[in-house]
């Protein structure tokens, strides 16, 4: 008789998808700095070696974070139009925790051997398939240089509060929508 390793559990499952929900509200509702692992622990009523319990490492939590906050925001907002992503720009600038967390995870990433690279490819990946069909056909470079330009503004905004993050994004998308797609 072969063993064959199961599959998770309804309640370990259920047990993770509330610790990622309780985490994504701590990040949201932070500061700057965000929550600890022991504030999100406690709101989930476990210790912090139980939270780890359902991810790889602290990092493979923090990228679960993010790669969360991507799906919920993706239900929430219409990325496939500038009013959308206006909307969750608008959003992202009341949580400077998943901005700082965002930032951090994307400076890991360099790293090929860290948890966050292949989520930040994927996510590149996907954020320029968006913007190129909101800025139209053969309009990739200005896609990438619209999405390099989100991600260094929150970098900016993180150092000075006073970046105007939207104004800046929208007065770019201007720039870049009129631009001659094959320039």
């Known amino acids: 008789m072969t063993k064959t390793r199961r599959g998770p559990y309804a309640k370990g499952i259920a047990r993770r998808a509330e610790i990622l929900t309780i985490a994504l509200e701590a990040y949201q509702a ?15 009523g476990v210790s912090e070696a139980a939270v ?11 990228v679960a974070i993010l790669e969360e906050r991507d799906r919920t925001y993706a239900e ?8 959308g992503v206006w909307a969750l720009m608008e959003h992202t ?3 400077p925790g998943l901005v700082k967390l965002f930032v951090d ?10 948890p966050a690279h292949r989520f930040m490819q994927r996510r590149a ?28 503004l929150q970098i900016q ?4 509060p006073s970046i105007d993050i939207l104004g800046d994004l929208k ?10 797609a094959a320039v």
């Open 93 to 95: 600038i009341q949580t």
């Open 125 to 152: 990946e996907q954020m320029t398939r968006l913007a190129a069909q909101i800025l139209g056909r053969g309009r990739e470079w200005q896609a990438r240089a619209m999405i390099a330009a989100m991600e260094g």
């Open 30 to 44: 932070s500061g700057r700095q965000g929550p600890t692992l022991r504030s999100i622990a406690d709101a989930v």
């Open 171 to 180: 007065r770019l998308y201007t720039t870049l929508a009129a631009t001659p």
């Open 157 to 160: 905004w993180l150092r000075d």
């Open 76 to 83: 929430i907002y219409d990325l496939t139009i500038p009013d």
């Open 52 to 62: 780890l319990y359902y991810f790889d490492s602290k990092d493979d939590l923090l």
């Open 105 to 114: 995870m994307s400076a890991a990433a360099a790293d090929p051997q860290h």
